[in-house]
C-alpha cells in the first residue's frame, strides 16, 4: 500500500468517528504514519514477529581501519535499528567460501570452487566457455563405466568412465561397444558437492572485539555499531542480514514496506496520534 492510500484510510476512519471536521494537515498524517509504522516495527520485532524487516546487505571489500589496530570496517547502507539488542537486530552473518556460480556460460579449471544455492562444490574437470549450472551433483556410491561391461545404469546412477564423471538420465544397459558420451543416457558432472558454501560469523559487543587480539581458527567475530560493521577478519564476501531503522516516508507514491497484517494497526495508531495531538479544549469560565 501506498502512503497516500493509507492516508486516505485514515482520514475516512477520522471522520467516521466524529472528527472529519478537524483541519489535520498533510505533514500531521505523514508524521503520524511514520511514528506509528516505527513504534510497531518494536513491538513486532520483540514479539518474535521481524522477519519482515530483515535486509540483507553483501559487503566484497573490508577496510583496514588503521586507527583500530587488528579491525576491518565497511559501511552499512542504513543503520542498524538502534531501540533494541543486537540480539533481536542482526539476524544472520554468513562469510562465502567460494563465489556463487552464475547461469550462462563460464571458463573454469579443476580444483576451482563455486557455490551453487547454499553449498559449496568443486569443479571436476576443466570447463572452456560452457554453462555448466545444472551439471552439478553429491558424488557418492559410484559405479564405473567401460563398453560392453554387461551392467544396467539406473535413472539417477553416478557413473565415471575414463576419469570424468556422469549422471544417468534413463535406464541403460551397457552390452555394446558405445562411448559413454555417444549413449545419449548420460550427461557430464562438472561440480562435486564438497560441503556447506557459508560459515557463520560470530556477532560480539563492540568493547570485546577492540579488545580481544586472540584470533582462533574458524573463528569469525564481527560487531556492528550504528552505521558501521567492523570485524577480526578480511574474509569476503561477508553477508550480513538485519534490522534497519525505519526510514521516514513523505512521498504519497511510495509504497510501505510493511506486512499487511500490520496495516490496520497502523491504521488505529496514527489516528490515536493524531487525536493525542489536538490542542486541549479551555474549560468553561464558572466565575
Same mark, same amino acid.
Given at each position: 500500500?501506498?502512503?497516500?492510500?493509507?492516508?486516505?484510510?485514515?482520514?475516512?476512519?477520522?471522520? %467516521?468517528?466524529?472528527?472529519?471536521?478537524?483541519?489535520?494537515?498533510?505533514?500531521?498524517?505523514?508524521?503520524?504514519?511514520?511514528? /506509528?509504522?516505527?513504534?510497531?516495527?518494536?513491538?513486532?520485532?520483540?514479539?518474535?514477529?521481524?522477519?519482515?524487516?530483515?535486509?540483507?546487505?553483501?559487503? *566484497?571489500?573490508?577496510?583496514?581501519?588503521?586507527?583500530?589496530?587488528?579491525?576491518?570496517?565497511?559501511?552499512?547502507?542504513?543503520?542498524?535499528?538502534?531501540?533494541?539488542?543486537?540480539?533481536?537486530?542482526? +539476524?544472520?552473518?554468513?562469510?562465502?567460501?567460494?563465489?556463487?556460480?552464475?547461469?550462462?556460460?563460464?571458463?573454469? /579449471?579443476?580444483?576451482?570452487?563455486?557455490?551453487?544455492?547454499?553449498?559449496?562444490?568443486?569443479?571436476?574437470?576443466?570447463?572452456?566457455?560452457?554453462?555448466? *549450472?545444472? %551439471?552439478? /551433483?553429491?558424488?557418492? +556410491?559410484? +559405479?564405473?563405466? *567401460?563398453?560392453?561391461?554387461?551392467?544396467?545404469?539406473?535413472?539417477?546412477?553416478?557413473?565415471?568412465?575414463?576419469?570424468?564423471?556422469?549422471?544417468?538420465?534413463?535406464?541403460?544397459?551397457?552390452?555394446?561397444?558405445?562411448?559413454?558420451?555417444?549413449?545419449? &543416457?548420460?550427461?557430464?558432472?562438472?561440480?562435486?558437492?564438497?560441503?556447506?558454501?557459508?560459515?557463520?560469523? +560470530?556477532?560480539?559487543?563492540?568493547?570485546?572485539?577492540?579488545?580481544?587480539?586472540?584470533?582462533?581458527? %574458524?573463528?569469525?567475530?564481527? &560487531?556492528?555499531?550504528?552505521?558501521?560493521?567492523?570485524?577480526?577478519?578480511?574474509?569476503?564476501?561477508?553477508?550480513? &542480514?538485519?534490522?534497519?531503522?525505519?526510514?521516514?516516508?513523505?512521498?504519497?507514491?511510495?509504497?510501505?514496506?510493511?506486512?499487511?497484517?500490520?496495516?490496520?494497526?497502523?491504521?488505529?495508531?496514527?489516528?490515536?496520534?493524531?487525536?493525542?495531538?489536538?490542542?486541549?479544549?479551555?474549560?468553561?469560565?464558572?466565575?
Amino acid at each position: 500500500m501506498t502512503l497516500g492510500n493509507l492516508i486516505k484510510r485514515i482520514r475516512t476512519k477520522i471522520g %467516521n468517528i466524529g472528527l472529519d471536521d478537524v483541519p489535520f494537515f498533510h505533514d500531521q498524517y505523514v508524521s503520524a504514519i511514520n511514528d /506509528a509504522i516505527r513504534s510497531l516495527r518494536v513491538q513486532y520485532i520483540q514479539n518474535g514477529l521481524g522477519n519482515e524487516f530483515v535486509e540483507s546487505e553483501t559487503f *566484497y571489500v573490508l577496510i583496514e581501519d588503521f586507527d583500530l589496530p587488528f579491525l576491518n570496517f565497511a559501511d552499512l547502507k542504513k543503520p542498524i535499528l538502534r531501540s533494541l539488542p543486537p540480539s533481536l537486530t542482526v +539476524r544472520s552473518s554468513l562469510i562465502w567460501k567460494a563465489p556463487r556460480l552464475n547461469r550462462g556460460t563460464g571458463t573454469y /579449471a579443476k580444483g576451482e570452487k563455486r557455490i551453487i544455492g547454499r553449498e559449496l562444490y568443486e569443479a571436476v574437470d576443466n570447463i572452456t566457455e560452457q554453462d555448466t *549450472y545444472n %551439471n552439478a /551433483a553429491k558424488i557418492d +556410491r559410484v +559405479r564405473t563405466f *567401460y563398453p560392453d561391461n554387461g551392467l544396467t545404469f539406473f535413472e539417477g546412477d553416478i557413473v565415471k568412465s575414463n576419469g570424468l564423471y556422469y549422471v544417468a538420465t534413463q535406464e541403460y544397459e551397457n552390452n555394446t561397444d558405445t562411448l559413454i558420451e555417444d549413449t545419449g &543416457s548420460f550427461e557430464q558432472i562438472y561440480w562435486k558437492y564438497v560441503g556447506s558454501g557459508y560459515v557463520e560469523a +560470530r556477532h560480539v559487543p563492540f568493547s570485546e572485539l577492540h579488545s580481544n587480539r586472540l584470533k582462533l581458527p %574458524n573463528s569469525y567475530p564481527f &560487531s556492528v555499531k550504528e552505521n558501521k560493521v567492523w570485524t577480526q577478519f578480511n574474509n569476503v564476501p561477508f553477508t550480513l &542480514s538485519y534490522i534497519p531503522e525505519w526510514e521516514e516516508v513523505t512521498d504519497v507514491n511510495e509504497e510501505l514496506s510493511v506486512p499487511d497484517s500490520m496495516l490496520m494497526d497502523i491504521q488505529n495508531l496514527s489516528v490515536q496520534h493524531l487525536i493525542g495531538a489536538l490542542p486541549e479544549e479551555p474549560e468553561d469560565d464558572q466565575g
